[in-house]
C-alpha cells in the first residue's frame, strides 16, 4: 500500500486486509467499479503495485489474465499474499518493491495501483510514480489507479458508516495531509495519505507519457443497494473519498 520501505506497519495487517474484500464498500463499490474500469483482462499480463494480500492480484485470475506479477513494500503482506496464491493454485510473481521500480517487470498490458498515488509526499515523488507505471506498461497499455479525491469530505465522520475517518482541512492546495483511520482493524490502521489536485495528477502522467486520461467515480452494485439501501450508499456516490483514474500509455 505505500512506497514506504522503512515502517511496515502493514505488517500485522496482512490477514485482517485480506477479509477486507466481504466489507460493503470494498465488495460492492471499490472492487466492482475498478474491475469494470480494468476491463477484459483475457490473456493480459497485468502488474498489481500496492497489492497487499493480493485481492485484487486473485480476482484477475479468475478474470483471465495470463501473467501476473505484484509489488508491495511491505514484507508482512506479501507473505499473505503468497500464502493466498499458493493455496489457490496460482502462479503469481511476487516482489517486495514501488510503483516508481515497477518498469522493472515490463512490459506488461496493464498496471494497477489501488490506493498508492495519495502516498507521494512531493510532486516528485508523484511523477516518479506516474513514470514507473509508464515505463512497466507496453506501448498502448493502460494505467488503473484509485486515489484520493481532491475533493473529498473534510468533515471527519463523513465516511464513518463505511468503516472509516478522514481527517484533513479543505484547504486549496496541493499536498494537504489526509489522516485515514480504518476502524474495521483491530486495533484500527491508521495511515497519511496526501491529497493532490486533478491537474497535478494529469500533468504528472501527461508528464510520464500516458493520454486518454479520465476520471470515474465509484458506484455500488445493484447487489449492494438491494442489501444496504440507497439511503446507506448515497453519502458515499455525494463525495466518494476516492475515484478511478484511467491512462493509456502513448
Known sequence: MTESFDDDQFAAHGDSYDTSEQWPLRQHC???????????????SVLDAGCGSGFYLRRFARMGASRLIGLDPSEGMLEVARARAAAAGLDITFARTGLSQAGRFGPV???TAVYVLPYAESLHDLGDMCLGAAR??????RFVAAAFNPGCATD???????????ET?????????????SHLFDPPLRVT????SAESHETALGEAGFDEIKWVAPRPTAAGIAEHGLGFWEPYTTCPHSLIITARRS
Open 30 to 44: 471499490e472492487a466492482p467499479s475498478l474491475l469494470t474500469a480494468a476491463g477484459d483482462l483475457t490473456g493480459l
Open 109 to 111: 498490458d496493464l498496471v
Open 136 to 141: 512497466a506498461l507496453r506501448p498502448g497499455g
Open 156 to 166: 471527519p465522520e463523513w465516511y464513518r458508516p463505511y468503516g472509516f475517518t478522514i
Open 169 to 181: 482541512t479543505n484547504e486549496d492546495r496541493d499536498g494537504v495531509p489526509a489522516v485515514l483511520t
Open 193 to 196: 495519505g496526501y491529497r493532490w
